[in-house]
């Protein structure tokens, strides 16, 4: 071969590689973010301390949390519905946001075609609480008291038709009590307003019971998280026990090129086994009931019929 032809080849191939769109392995090579739909302290916030902590360590970037409370969630749903799909910018939101809301609020965006699933990154069961010093010792005494003075009971709830309000509406209807609901911006605010007395009982998540002045009543599905504590299963609550289970998604906007997505759902499927991971959410009293994202978007779209019969239900 020639050097004339040898040179020719090379510019070719050269061109080619230029017009190659980044590979896989080029990405990311810059900090990736993180929106979080929720205020500070609460839940998906601890969480998201925890896998930013871990993750980089996979994905060779750091993650950068980005707290966008309002809305109900919407606020920080629609910023990442609306960034561009090139891997670096993500979701960290819940099932209540991201398939509830779309049948009690018209949105700017179709969830199911706006998103598309990197993990599920575990589940969470919400506990009913009170204060220490609250006067309701079990939730028959909350009950009771709610029957006898119908409204004067006061559920602070994270927002509306999110994590607390849905299993808190559905428990309200099964006893067949009328309390007024005050909505808060995320998990972290509505325990400040129970701790200070601005409401008579909210639910929480274990990793922010932890040192916090709080009674637990309730436990919202059907493991016993709390020793000494009810579970709705076993007071036979089965609807709330079934629809009242958070689970915490990690989505990236529709459109994100597929390699890069690989990358994400690899580096998330990693992160679920690595023993640092594992400590720290035991230390929070989180688990770690990993979904991949193809399986998980599947569980997106029934979760939306079953959202979608339960908002009719309430209506009646």
């Not at 099964?174 to 911006?185: F, H, K, S």
Request: charged share 20%; proline share 7%.
């Amino acid at each position: 071969m020639t050097p004339t032809r040898r040179l020719m080849l090379f510019l070719a191939a050269a061109v080619g590689l230029a017009a190659t769109p980044l590979a896989a392995q080029d990405y990311p090579d810059r900090p990736i973010t993180m929106i979080i739909p929720l205020g500070a302290g609460g839940s998906h916030d601890l969480n998201a301390r925890v896998i930013t902590s871990v993750l980089p360590e996979y994905l060779g970037q750091p993650v950068v949390v980005q707290l966008m409370p309002g809305a109900g969630g919407q606020t920080g749903t629609a910023a990442a519905a609306q960034a561009q799909p090139d891997g670096y910018t993500l979701l960290f939101t819940h099932n209540f946001i991201d398939q509830l809301q779309q049948h009690v609020a018209r949105l700017p965006y179709d969830p199911n075609e706006s998103f598309v699933s990197v993990a599920r990154v575990n589940t969470a069961q919400p506990v009913l609480v009170v204060r220490n010093d609250s006067p309701f010792k079990t939730w028959e005494e909350l009950v009771e008291h709610g029957r006898q003075n119908p409204g004067k009971l006061r559920f602070g709830h994270s927002g509306n038709w999110g994590a607390f309000m849905v299993p808190g509406l559905a428990l309200l209807k099964e006893v067949d009590v009328n309390a007024t609901l005050i909505p808060y911006q995320g998990g972290g605010p509505v325990i400040q307003a129970l701790l200070a007395g601005d409401v008579d009982f909210t639910f929480a998540f274990p990793s922010v019971l932890s040192g916090q002045d709080l009674r637990a009543l309730l436990i919202v599905g059907e493991e016993k998280i709390i020793e000494g504590i009810p579970t709705t299963t076993e007071l036979g609550f089965t609807t709330v026990s079934e629809i009242g289970i958070m689970h915490r998604p990690v989505l990236a906007p529709a459109g994100t090129p597929e390699d890069r997505l690989k990358v994400l759902r690899e580096a998330f499927s990693k992160i679920k086994e690595n023993d640092a991971f594992k400590k720290l959410m035991s230390r929070l009293g989180e688990n770690t009931a990993y979904m991949d994202g193809a399986k998980y978007d599947e569980l997106r779209r029934r979760q939306s019929e079953e959202y979608k019969a339960l908002v009719a239900s309430f209506a009646q």
